[in-house]
């Protein structure tokens, strides 16, 4: 399939885990892409990993928790591809804690990178997807948004105000030829729930030690195949920031094996 031949792709978050295996996959239908990631370790990897691709391949360092950084990889973005079709959002961390041994410091890093971050590279590429083509946005929430998640009060709040932002942002920009739409990864083994990441916007839940681990019972794949992989991620997003997508805007989709049905 190629169906990203000729649109121009910003991906956060592309440096490891889903918003890597999103660059990959984007590239592989034939996409243009700039991975933006804090990490320069990170998006070397994806370089090196996506190398067949190098042609069509950029990559930006980027601070999405920085308003100066946000602005100028997004300059840098849109230079290097001629304009901006679609954004992809996956950058984020997840840090888990009791509530009541949870700083404000570590409470507000999540919700700052997590969801100003997310609001500071869409807005920043709001002018030139309001130029591009069949524009779209894929925002990442997550399960936790609308389900209980033990110790992620901090990420559980970000990712309920990214899915929020989502649906207010798609009736504002219908009229203008931008859909948005996010989803909702749950029981996906990636660098941000394995701690194996290598940007730090990706790093591991790193529950208390003393954890209720019998909270997380009901937090399984009901199709019995356990955790998927990041790729299982990236083809949902492929869709609805595609053609396929053209009718889906001001929603979510849940991506968790039937976790939370």
Do not use: W
């Not at 300059?75 to 009791?98: C, K």
């Not at 030139?128 to 992620?152: I, R």
């Not at 990864?185 to 990706?202: F, K, R």
């Amino acid at each position: 399939m190629n169906r990203y031949e000729g649109r121009r792709v910003l991906v956060t978050g592309g440096g490891s885990g889903i918003g890597q295996a999103t660059v990959e996959r984007l590239l592989r239908e034939g996409g243009t892409v700039v991975a933006a990631d804090v990490s320069e370790a990170g998006l070397k990897d994806t370089f090196a990993k996506a190398s067949q691709y190098a042609e069509r391949l950029t990559t930006v360092v980027m601070d999405i928790a920085d308003e100066t950084s946000v602005r100028e990889g997004v300059r840098s973005a849109t230079d290097a591809l001629g304009g901006l079709d679609v954004l992809v959002n996956a950058a984020g961390i997840l840090r888990s804690s009791r509530t009541e041994d949870t700083g404000v410091r570590e409470f507000t890093r999540v919700l700052t990178v997590n969801l100003v971050g997310t609001f500071l590279v869409i807005r920043e590429s709001i002018p030139a997807l309001l130029e591009g083509t069949d524009a779209a946005v894929v925002n990442f929430s997550s399960t936790s948004a609308a389900f209980a998640h033990p110790y992620m009060a901090a990420y559980a709040a970000s990712k309920g105000g990214i899915q929020s932002m989502t649906h207010a942002l798609a009736s504002e920009y219908a009229g203008r030829g931008i859909r948005f739409t996010a989803v909702q990864p749950g029981s996906i083994s990636s660098g941000m729930t394995d701690g194996s990441g290598a940007s730090g916007q990706s790093a591991g839940p790193g529950l208390p030690e003393d954890a209720d681990m019998s909270l997380f019972a009901k937090l399984s794949p009901a199709l019995g195949q356990g955790f998927a992989g990041p790729e299982t991620v990236a083809s949902v997003v492929a869709m609805l920031a595609c053609e396929d997508g053209r009718f889906v805007t001001g929603t979510e989709i849940r991506i968790d094996g039937g976790t939370h049905f």
